[in-house]
């Protein structure tokens, strides 16, 4: 006999007993960090104490990244020192560049990320006495490079030169990377972009970082872990949000257009891209600063009045019936559409920003590791007899 009464017995009691089981590890608090806090009273978004609304107003993203990988701001010399020091970074070695060229123009962005991330980890691959760091500055400053490269050779075969201009901050080389005009942006679209990197740099156990977290704890290298987040970013329910929401909008040419296609939504109990939070019942404090871009790029001759007129409709309506509110998605999409960005590369955008936020929670991880390993309840039949 291979299972005997006795084993029969305590599983059946085992199975009966109760377990709490949170699908989606909803509340469960898997480890402390001091990195940022996310919805707490009277605390809001921060980052390292710092609330997200004076960052995204009076910093670079550079500024925030140093914060976030070094734990404290850097000062003006410090600051001006790490925008040189990241322009550096922005080439591509030739062996990665011939990668992204083979990587097929229908791919999404965010494929292209991905593999521009395991590529780069074979040509510099993180030393075994491992460089937080060190990758993560690397990436995020060839991130964008990453992307453009691809984006312009499968658009007009161009090799483009990439942007060291150790003037130009990362959002500011990113916008020029893409127009390839030669001329000076906007610097409200430049804005744009800085604001929405530092709004997306960081946001606790999201389901990105957590994942990073898990690849981090089995001491996987850095470029294996960063590429673990993408993948999970890439989703709709994550990152892919605000592609999507742009996605649900692009179509709808007036207010009254918007209301009944989302009446029409939610009478189908359709899931309404851009709304509720896990954490944030109450709104997202991101919203407010992505809502003011949107709306000062709608005002201007250059804007789009109509679609800020359509995602405020939108907003409305959705507080009124549903009692949901924005996340940081929704007016994103309408901000980085008005400022020219392509649909496709708005999670990219949100990757080169996150990266900065993933690689602080990877070296918390690694300084006092412990494989994360959770277990199931088991509810499949009871164990049974082999019969051969």
Known sequence: AFVTAATLAAAAAAAASPVDVRKGLDGVVADTTTISTVGKAAAG?????????????????????????????????????????????????????????????????????????????????????????????????????MLLYWHHWHASRSRISFNCDPKDT?????????????ATPDPLHVKVVNASFILYAEHDLAASTFATRVTASTLSDMHSCICTAIGTLRGPLHGGANEAVMHLIEPMKTPAE???????????????MGFGHRIYKGGDPRNAVFKKLSRELASRPSGNPALFAVSECIESLMENEKKMYPNADFYAAS??????????????????????????????????????????????????????
Not at 170 to 182: E, N, P
Not at 360 to 386: D, L, M, V, W
């Open 45 to 145: 978004l921060t980052y390292r104490g710092y609330p997200i609304e004076a960052l995204a107003e009076h910093s670079d993203f550079e500024e925030v990244a140093f914060l976030l990988l070094k734990g404290r701001l850097p000062t003006r010399s410090e600051r001006d020192e790490y925008v040189a020091n990241l322009a550096k970074m922005r080439s591509l070695p030739p062996g990665v560049c011939a990668v992204l060229e083979l990587v097929p123009a229908s791919a999404h962005p965010m494929d292209v990320l991905r593999t521009g991330c395991s590529a780069l980890g074979t040509f510099e691959p993180e030393p075994e006495s491992q460089d937080t760091i060190g990758v993560a500055e690397r990436l995020i400053a060839s991130f964008g490079s």
């Open 170 to 182: 990362i959002a500011a080389a990113f916008v020029k990377m893409l127009r390839q005009d030669g």
């Open 258 to 272: 918007a209301e009944q296609s989302i009446r029409g939504l939610l009478a189908k109990k359709s899931l309404v």
């Open 335 to 388: 901000a980085y559409n008005q400022a020219g960005i392509p649909t496709g590369m708005f999670t990219p955008l949100f990757v080169i920003a996150r990266t900065a936020g993933w690689a602080a929670h990877i070296a918390e991880q690694r300084k006092a590791n412990r494989i994360i390993r959770p277990t199931s309840h088991y509810t499949g039949p009871s164990p049974r007899a082999f019969v051969p």
